[in-house]
């Protein structure tokens, strides 16, 4: 029975053993390219050359606390300071030195993670005062093989507020054996009395330019080929972040591995999600131009392609802000393409600076209202609008000056400026001058009508102080253009005079005649406003239907209402 059982069943061939490959796991770049020495570590110059000093002149602090950017070298440096304390040399004979061997075993443990002296501790996981209890009986007793024992403690921000308090007397007189190494992150959160008792070092980001540089050592190491563009795109989304910027090569080189060939701008920005700078030249030069189907056309082709639309109004900010720079006269970024580079210096030659800023704000709001908006596109869409007709519009000084001096303010073109020209430069695009000739401007002497005009007028003309203060203190016993006559009850120093007849001089081209007498005179500006306020609020409270909204809400108060000025 049992044979025959056996028999009718097919158990085919047995299983194979699992083979275990030879070959080492792979290891990510970040931890493969960890920096083993100082000179190693990018960024960081001064913190290095610091260390450096204290340990030839034996002025060792006993606590250490670094700070700074996640993936700047934190955990790293305190790595290194260990190493740096505890390197016997080559021949066992060394001291503690800047640059330590690696190959001693005080130096091999440690960067192993193995050594008995050298103890790292998580604070994100080890909170409590109990952990902390540990740290100070153990630190009681001499170190076992090595010079010195060493605590890192990691992200020490996490530690509890009565961890904290419990560290502080051993942080503060620690046995002569012991060092303390902190990590933060959010040095904000560390109490003052454990900053009093460490030695700072802020970790600075490090530059994109710097980070390309080492990416392009890390590429050639690997046997990667690597666009100098494409390194750049990394290092600059990296912000800072060596970690960041490794990750973000190790995915770029497993991409490009699937593409077969190396490392690329092109395949960087469809796998970051970025916009590329081609395009967004394009779509700066539709914006220009006044081309708002165009416009509109474009950004949908970027986003059919995944490019996310917040990416796109952020790569036109990039764009603005380094036309700026570029008009300013700050040297190009030797990694730039040189189409980007022509470019911004045709567009610096062409745009003035109240258009780049007017640009500027118009996309930070629409970068904004992107970044917190339902429908993205949409939001970018409507942005990109705003920004194209905002062209239209009459620069506000000028329009001010217009009205003051009785011209008839200059005619807002209702179509927008031609469409670019097949060279694909852009147009001047400086606000109210885009579709139209310059209007000329009126070389005579110009007499507010009114002294509140001639108020404004100073306001809009950069005179903010001298505006304020006649706004709120001059009290106009007459006022006949180019004299007027101020009352005695509000005292005007020598000083405000002085600096008042030359403002008028300058911004109305002739010289006035201001004087003071004792005569009461009429209210000031500020209190014929609040007049009018209170009288506009008081017909409001009077009305039939605001009678009966406080019948039915006693607690009610009229906070404001259409037309109410401000009291600035």
Same mark, same amino acid.
């Not at 494409?230 to 090569?249: H, P, T, W």
């Not at 970027?302 to 952020?314: A, E, I, M, N, W």
């Not at 780049?356 to 209202?369: A, C, P, S, T, V």
């Given at each position: 029975m049992t044979t025959a059982m056996s028999d009718s069943f097919d158990l085919g061939e047995p299983p194979q053993p699992v083979k275990t490959p030879d070959a080492p796991a792979y290891r990510v770049l970040a931890r493969k390219y960890r920096p083993q020495t100082f000179s190693e570590l990018i960024g960081q110059d001064a913190m290095v050359q610091t260390l450096g000093n204290a340990i030839k002149r034996d002025r060792l602090a006993h606590a250490f606390l670094m700070t700074g950017v996640r993936g700047v070298g934190k955990t790293s440096t305190a790595r290194l300071i260990a190493k740096a304390l505890n390197c016997i040399g080559p021949d066992g004979d060394g001291g503690p030195t800047i640059d330590p061997c690696g190959v001693c075993e005080p130096c091999r443990a440690i960067a192993e993670g193995r050594h008995i002296d050298v103890i790292e501790m998580d604070a994100a996981s080890h909170t409590g005062v109990d952990d902390v209890r540990e740290i100070i009986d153990a630190s009681r007793y001499s170190a076992v093989t090595a010079r010195f024992?060493?605590?890192?403690?990691?992200?020490?921000?996490?530690?509890?507020?009565?961890?904290?308090?419990?560290?502080?007397?051993?942080?503060?007189?620690?046995?002569?054996?012991?060092?303390?190494l902190f990590a933060t992150t959010e040095v904000n959160k560390v109490p003052v009395t454990v900053l009093s008792r460490c030695q700072r070092f802020d970790l600075r980001r490090i530059s994109a330019e710097q980070l390309a540089k080492h990416f392009?050592?890390?590429?050639?190491?690997?046997?990667?080929?690597?666009?100098?563009?494409?390194?750049?795109?990394?290092?600059?989304?990296?912000?800072?972040?060596?970690?960041?910027?490794?990750?973000?090569?190790?995915?770029?080189?497993?991409?490009?591995?699937?593409?077969?060939g190396g490392v690329t701008a092109d395949a960087v920005r469809q796998m970051l999600g970025l916009?590329?700078?081609?395009?967004?030249?394009?779509?700066?030069?539709?914006?220009?131009?006044?081309?708002?189907?165009?416009?509109?056309?474009?950004?949908?082709?970027?986003?059919?392609?995944?490019?996310?639309?917040?990416?796109?109004?952020?790569?036109?900010?990039?764009?603005?802000?380094?036309?700026t720079l570029t008009k300013v006269g700050t040297p190009a970024d030797a990694a730039q393409p040189m189409e980007e580079r022509a470019?911004?210096?045709?567009?610096?030659?062409?745009?003035?600076?109240?258009?780049?800023?007017?640009?500027?704000?118009?996309?930070?709001?629409?970068?904004?209202?992107?970044?917190?908006?339902?429908?993205?596109?949409?939001?970018?869409?409507?942005?990109?609008?705003?920004?194209?007709y905002a062209s239209t519009l009459p620069d506000p000084g000028e329009l001010a000056r217009q009205i003051a001096s009785g011209a008839a303010p200059a005619a807002t073109p209702t179509a927008p400026p031609p469409p670019t020209p097949p060279s694909g430069e852009a147009p001047p695009w400086?606000?109210?001058?885009?579709?139209?000739?310059?209007?000329? !401007?009126?070389?005579?002497?110009?007499?507010?009508?009114?002294?509140?005009?001639?108020?404004?007028?100073?306001?809009?003309?950069?005179?903010?102080?001298?505006?304020?203060?006649?706004?709120?203190?001059?009290? !106009?016993?007459?006022?006949?253009?180019?004299?007027?006559?101020?009352?005695?009850?509000?005292? !005007?120093?020598?000083?405000?005079?002085?600096?008042?007849?030359?403002?008028?001089?300058? !911004?109305?081209?002739?010289?006035?005649?201001?004087?003071?007498?004792?005569?009461?005179?009429?209210?000031?500006?500020?209190?014929a406003q609040d007049a009018a306020d209170a009288a506009v609020r008081q017909a409001i409270l009077e009305s039939p239907i605001m009678k009966a909204a406080v019948a039915a809400f006693p607690d009610a108060q009229l906070e404001s209402w259409p037309g109410q000025r401000s009291n600035a």
């Open positions: 024992k060493i605590y890192i403690i990691d992200e020490v921000h996490m530690l509890s507020k009565n961890a904290f308090n419990a560290l502080l007397k051993t942080l503060e007189e620690p046995p002569p054996h012991v060092k303390f392009a050592w890390v590429s050639t190491e690997e046997g990667v080929t690597a666009d100098p563009e494409a390194l750049m795109l990394i290092a600059r989304a990296a912000e800072g972040s060596a970690r960041d910027g490794l990750s973000i090569l190790d995915q770029a080189i497993a991409h490009a591995g699937l593409e077969g916009s590329d700078r081609g395009a967004v030249r394009d779509l700066l030069t539709l914006i220009l131009a006044g081309d708002g189907a165009g416009a509109l056309a474009s950004m949908r082709r970027q986003y059919d392609y995944g490019v996310d639309p917040l990416s796109v109004l952020r790569s036109l900010l990039e764009t603005v802000h380094g036309i470019a911004r210096e045709e567009w610096a030659a062409s745009l003035g600076f109240p258009a780049l800023h007017r640009l500027w704000q118009l996309f930070l709001k629409g970068h904004d209202e992107v970044a917190k908006a339902a429908l993205p596109i949409e939001a970018a869409e409507m942005a990109l609008l705003r920004a194209i400086n606000a109210g001058s885009a579709a139209k000739a310059p209007e000329p !401007v009126a070389t005579g002497p110009i007499l507010p009508p009114t002294f509140e005009a001639l108020v404004d007028l100073l306001d809009e003309s950069g005179g903010l102080a001298i505006a304020a203060r006649l706004r709120h203190g001059a009290r !106009v016993v007459s006022y006949t253009p180019p004299e007027f006559v101020l009352s005695g009850s509000r005292p !005007v120093s020598a000083d405000t005079l002085a600096e008042l007849n030359t403002l008028l001089k300058s !911004v109305t081209r002739t010289a006035w005649k201001v004087s003071i007498v004792d005569a009461p005179g009429a209210p000031t500006l500020r209190e």
